[in-house]
């Protein structure tokens, strides 16, 4: 069985206060975590805290855990590259497990970029407001501590779908449209599916969306396989309205094995009986250039006995509804069939690798497949590639194969 922990945002988004709260209510060591955050203000010049809590409370009739954090602060503006360099200054002095100080700095990093880029600002000019404070500190170094306290640090997260609310958002740049231009920079390609969420307001900030991506590295609709062990609830700071205000991380068993990821797509199928072979093969280029994960076509019959094709087309959720729109734009079809499906993946990694085939150096790009004792499985390399030798050395396609295949195996085998 495999450890596993889900962050669970779909309803009320997370915060960095909710996911260290969480992670109390599972058990974190509350006094290490709070002796960790006071020692915060040594490397914040001119902030003062004055109390530091976790309260057992409520919300909407459900158990949670609530951060409380009162600090004073001089300063309502600091550079990215200041707050970087105190917050990799106060790592080096914790006894922080070497993942545990990635996910800080790397997770700061990201905020920092995000501003950099909507303020087009290089990284050590950008200048933060909401996120310079100590409290960002405090989620960021809290959070690692009960990680490692927990030894989860090196556990597979999964994340449900993130919760964002609605409306408009007032902060230091004045009136924007919720969700703000840093939560969309920061979980910008990432996979990761943005939903209203069940209260009004900002559900989720800056930092615990970047925390999240440097702990979750699958996105999930539903749960996986889990035999639950652990439940944490953390509150947020505002009370919901008919809906709990909580953020839930589940940690538990898994007969997941460690090499195979399990992930939700959708199988998008229709029928086209009156296409001709080269608006199919334009249909299969626009699917994906429009990020669909695999198309399939296969020849059938269809009513009255007239030839047709089966167009199957797998997607991530994110995408599902505009290669539908592609799939009936570019067919002419009047509808077509989805299904929400589980596929399970082998992990595999990418490697460009230099072969020289006679005299002539090529860099040929591989994708390699292990087991789990790190013994190749498969190596496949990628046909583009292939291809460019093949047109180089004015060979055939097959014989470009074969001979950079055999100087792979003689690398690798």
Known sequence: MTKIVIIDSQVAGISGDMLLSSLIDVGANKKKVIDSIYACQNYFKGSKIRNVDFLKTNSYGISCT????????????RLGSTVYRSVAAYCDSLNLSSN??????????????????IHGSNFSGVRLHEVSTIDTAADLIGTAVALD???????????????IGNGLLKFSHGIVPNPGNAILEILRNKQILLVPGKLDGELTTPTGAAMLVNLASEHISHYP????????????QKEGKNVANILRVVIGDSNLK????????????????DATGEIIGNVIDVLYANNAKDVTVLHG??????PSFVVKVLTDKIYRDSLVQILLNETGSLGCRINEVNRITTSRSFITV?????????????KISRDNDGVIKTIKPEYNDIKNISTKL?????????KAYYELMKKYD
């Not at 545990?100 to 880029?117: G, P």
């Not at 989860?152 to 999964?158: E, N, P, T, V």
């Not at 090499?259 to 199988?267: I, M, N, T, W």
Request: glycine fraction near 4%; charge should be positive; charged fraction near 30%.
């Open 66 to 77: 609530k951060f409380l954090f009162d600090y004073t602060d001089s300063v309502n503006s």
């Open 100 to 117: 545990s100080k990635s996910f800080v700095l790397n997770s700061l990093k990201r905020i920092i970029l995000a501003e950099s880029k």
């Open 149 to 163: 306290d927990l030894d989860l640090i090196s556990k597979k997260f999964y994340t449900t779908d993130v919760a």
């Open 225 to 236: 396989p889990i035999i639950p062990e652990k439940i944490g609830n953390g509150a947020g």
């Open 258 to 273: 460690l090499d195979y990821s399990l992930e939700s797509v959708y199988e998008l199928e229709t029928n086209v009986d």
């Open 301 to 306: 019959l269809t009513k009255k006995n007239r």
């Open 354 to 366: 230099p072969i020289s085939i006679g005299n002539q150096r090529f860099e040929v790009k591989v």
């Open 394 to 402: 004015k060979i055939p396609y097959r014989k470009a194969f074969d």
